[in-house]
């Protein structure tokens, strides 16, 4: 030991290792934890791209007046931000991320639904009465008579067209479809006094003119922030001239008035002006409707008709293929069960390759092979029969049943494995040592002790299935059609499909509402079928 040498005592060391001495972030973390410098700048950078983008839709939100989401993205971004700021709450930092996503997936989701099922959203009902009122007033525009000639530049910025246009008294004006014309002084002019650029904008060859006259002919300037004013258009990407539509919007009596046929259109409080003679103008705007959704799917005849078969084929359907599912799987998992079977691991493998593939994409594939002019079931397994699968009704159910068996039953083989792997072997020797056959002993020891852990997925399988839109709708599209109905809606659809038709059908046009309602339908039906499932399956709890 040298005189330079200080004496070293327990917990000496570099100062930040010495107990009671801290970093300079140790005010970010409790003693204990271990946080280090990389975490807390990963923890700031995550909640600066979060609060970040909550003020970019702060922004968004107010320019479109939505307060009210406005305000719970607001609270939202304020409850996260004081969750991952403090120094305690670990429960809360974990369980945060989940309730967001629960909130903006789920509630959100139903709540919206449950808004929409009481209006009338729909083709032509999906704005409000001003995005109507400033539609209208954009149909049907023709050019005034002697309206002024202008001159035209067309410009281009950010990929959008506009036009820069001067009148004949020289004033230079540029607008495009969304931005209402207005003065500029900036414009570059040529010798004859016609603006020809603006900074900011590139101005459009005579060759780019032609390759895009298309898209120049559907530009249309608004004169000024009302409609009703018309617009500025071309028919040759030189000169401009006024247009303005037959149809003028009187505020003071609420109504629309064609100036050339001199109909006044009203508003009935149907959301939509209507004339005397019950022509309607389109675009409507969304309104409440209460519940006449609900009584239109009640009372509609060929509405209501086709609603009862597809409920009846929607319980069927799911009834049967929890039972045919669960039966094959449940024969199969005892089958190989059998401690002496050989080569039980492949024959597993190969089991569960249904279960492996995408059911859009089995379903597809199904749909090509049950095809009746040259699917391979007809043309190569049956000889060349021609058996319409997929268009005769009764074929059509029986195929779906049969794809959709083949696509659950590896599910319910897993699950019955393990339920049965789990039953000590023990019970069934003591079945078989009071002289019970094995049947009597699957029946009276292992099925009641199977169902008590397979009970509760046979009951989510009854609602996956009353829902199971991949397999109707790539297999068959709901076909074949019913032909006493004007609606979409054929022979296998379930209940869900039609709720996808009567929102997205092409038929009958969209209607959001009437499909929210019969989603709403779905909901009860299936909330109250697995409430009374799962009070039933109580009894099961009382076997051991």
């Given at each position: 030991?040298?005189?330079?040498?200080?004496?070293?005592?327990?917990?000496?060391?570099?100062?930040?290792?010495?107990?009671?001495?801290?970093?300079?972030?140790?005010?970010?973390?409790?003693?204990?934890?271990?946080?280090?410098?990389?975490?807390?700048?990963?923890?700031?950078?995550?909640?600066?791209?979060?609060?970040?983008?909550?003020?970019?839709?702060?922004?968004?939100?107010?320019?479109?007046?939505?307060?009210?989401?406005?305000?719970?993205?607001?609270?939202?971004?304020?409850a996260v931000n004081v969750i991952y700021l403090r120094r305690d709450g670990l429960p809360a930092k974990y369980l945060a991320p989940g309730i967001v996503l629960l909130l903006v997936f789920q509630v959100f989701v139903m709540v919206y639904t449950g808004f929409i099922a009481f209006t009338n959203a729909g083709d032509g009902h999906l704005g409000s009465?001003?995005?109507?009122?400033?539609?209208?007033?954009?149909?049907?525009?023709?050019?005034?008579?002697?309206?002024?000639?202008?001159?035209?530049?067309?410009?281009?910025?950010?990929?959008?067209?506009?036009?820069?246009?001067?009148?004949?008294?020289?004033?230079?004006?540029?607008?495009?479809?969304?931005?209402?014309?207005?003065?500029?002084?900036?414009?570059?002019?040529?010798?004859?006094?016609?603006?020809?650029g603006l900074d900011g904008y590139t101005s459009l060859s005579f060759e780019e003119l032609l390759q895009r006259q298309d898209e120049i002919l559907e530009v249309a300037v608004p004169v000024s922030d009302d409609p009703a004013d018309g617009s500025l258009r071309t028919a040759d990407g030189s000169s401009a001239y006024e247009y303005r539509s037959h149809?003028?919007?009187?505020?003071?009596?609420?109504?629309?008035?064609?100036?050339?046929?001199?109909?006044?259109?009203r508003d009935e409080g149907d959301g939509a002006f209507v004339s005397a003679d019950g022509d309607e103008l389109v675009p409507g705007w969304q309104i409440n409707v209460g519940f006449d959704n609900f009584r239109r799917a009640a009372e509609t005849p060929q509405l209501r008709d086709s609603l009862v078969s597809v409920i009846a084929w929607t319980f069927?359907?799911?009834?049967?293929?929890?039972?045919?599912?669960?039966?094959?799987?449940?024969?199969?998992?005892?089958?190989?069960?059998?401690?002496?079977?050989?080569?039980?691991?492949?024959?597993?493998?190969?089991?569960?390759?249904?279960?492996?593939?995408?059911?859009?994409?089995?379903?597809?594939?199904?749909?090509?092979?049950?095809?009746?002019?040259?699917?391979?079931?007809?043309?190569?397994?049956?000889?060349?029969?021609?058996?319409?699968?997929?268009?005769?009704?009764?074929?059509?159910?029986?195929?779906?049943?049969?794809?959709?068996?083949?696509?659950?039953?590896?599910?319910?083989?897993?699950?019955?494995?393990?339920?049965?792997?789990?039953?000590?072997?023990?019970?069934?020797?003591?079945?078989?040592?009071?002289?019970?056959?094995?049947?009597?002993?699957?029946?009276?020891?292992?099925?009641?002790?199977?169902?008590?852990?397979?009970?509760?997925?046979?009951?989510?399988?009854?609602?996956?299935?009353?829902?199971?839109?991949?397999?109707?709708?790539?297999?068959?599209?709901?076909?074949?059609?019913?032909?006493?109905?004007?609606?979409?809606?054929?022979?296998?659809?379930?209940?869900?499909?039609?709720?996808?038709?009567?929102?997205?059908?092409?038929?009958?046009?969209?209607?959001?509402?009437?499909?929210?309602?019969?989603?709403?339908?779905?909901?009860?039906?299936?909330?109250?079928?697995?409430?009374?499932?799962?009070?039933?399956?109580?009894?099961?709890?009382?076997?051991?």
């Open positions: 030991m040298t005189l330079t040498d200080e004496p070293r005592t327990e917990g000496s060391g570099s100062p930040d290792q010495r107990p009671g001495r801290r970093g300079p972030w140790a005010w970010l973390s409790r003693p204990g934890e271990t946080d280090g410098l990389v975490g807390i700048l990963v923890k700031i950078v995550l909640l600066a791209v979060v609060d970040a983008f909550a003020l970019y839709a702060v922004f968004l939100l107010a320019a479109q007046d939505e307060w009210l989401v406005l305000a719970i993205g607001v609270v939202l971004t304020v009465k001003d995005d109507a009122v400033a539609a209208i007033s954009t149909k049907g525009q023709e050019r005034v008579p002697d309206s002024p000639q202008y001159q035209l530049s067309v410009l281009e910025r950010r990929g959008e067209l506009a036009f820069l246009l001067t009148a004949p008294d020289g004033a230079v004006t540029v607008g495009s479809s969304d931005e209402p014309q207005e003065p500029t002084d900036d414009a570059e002019t040529d010798g004859s006094g016609k603006a020809v149809l003028r919007y009187d505020a003071a009596t609420d109504s629309v008035t064609d100036t050339t046929t001199g109909v006044v259109y069927v359907f799911a009834t049967l293929s929890v039972v045919l599912c669960f039966g094959l799987g449940l024969f199969l998992a005892t089958v190989f069960n059998v401690a002496r079977m050989r080569g039980k691991k492949f024959y597993r493998v190969m089991l569960i390759l249904p279960y492996a593939f995408p059911a859009f994409l089995s379903g597809l594939v199904w749909s090509g092979m049950l095809n009746a002019e040259f699917g391979f079931i007809n043309q190569v397994l049956l000889g060349g029969a021609d058996i319409e699968w997929l268009t005769d009704p009764w074929l059509a159910r029986f195929s779906v049943l049969f794809v959709n068996l083949w696509l659950g039953f590896p599910y319910m083989f897993l699950v019955c494995t393990g339920a049965l792997q789990s039953i000590p072997d023990e019970m069934s020797e003591a079945a078989r040592m009071d002289g019970a056959s094995p049947w009597k002993a699957f029946r009276a020891v292992k099925l009641p002790l199977l169902l008590v852990s397979v009970a509760p997925l046979l009951i989510t399988t009854f609602a996956y299935n009353f829902n199971n839109f991949n397999v109707i709708y790539m297999l068959t599209r709901g076909g074949p059609r019913f032909e006493d109905t004007t609606n979409d809606v054929g022979a296998t659809d379930l209940l869900i499909t039609m709720v996808y038709k009567v929102a997205f059908g092409t038929g009958t046009g969209r209607d959001y509402g009437l499909a929210s309602a019969l989603a709403i339908i779905i909901f009860v039906v299936i909330g109250v079928i697995s409430a009374l499932l799962f009070r039933r399956t109580k009894a099961l709890e009382d076997i051991h």
